[in-house]
């Protein structure tokens, strides 16, 4: 059975950083493509960030970039999303997205940046 299980979401002020993890299983990790996505209230669902693999390469969006950093483990099946600096408008359910054959998605961690 497929499982994306992520965590590590939490209420942060303006300027501070979280840590997300997603845990990958009941497929061949290594295989596929990691992303992450966010959906804030009355948004459409967005892209973050994404890591390939076998060769890791890593792209963002433009309004992350250069404070988010996406990273995997496949001895651990997992992958992370480093956030820092973040803003009220960072504020949104963050998940993750396996791609190969086809897509799966995780359930999703509520981050909420807000003094």
């Known amino acids: 059975q497929v499982q994306l299980v992520e965590s590590g979401g939490g209420l942060v002020q303006p300027g501070g950083s979280l840590r997300l993890s997603c845990a990958a299983s009941?497929?061949?990790?290594?295989?596929?493509?990691m992303s992450w996505y966010r959906q804030a209230p009355g948004k459409e669902r967005e892209y973050v960030a994404a890591?390939?693999?076998?060769?890791?390469?890593?792209t963002y969006a433009d309004s992350v970039k250069g404070r988010f950093t996406i990273s995997r483990d496949n001895a651990k099946k997992s992958v992370y999303l480093q956030m820092n600096s973040l803003k009220p408008d960072d504020t949104a359910v963050y998940y993750c997205?396996?791609?190969?054959?086809?897509?799966?998605w995780g359930q999703g961690t509520q981050v909420t940046v807000s003094s």
């Open positions: 997205k396996a791609t190969y054959a086809r897509d799966y």
């Open positions: 009941g497929f061949t990790f290594s295989r596929y493509a």
């Open positions: 890591i390939g693999s076998p060769g890791a390469s890593t």
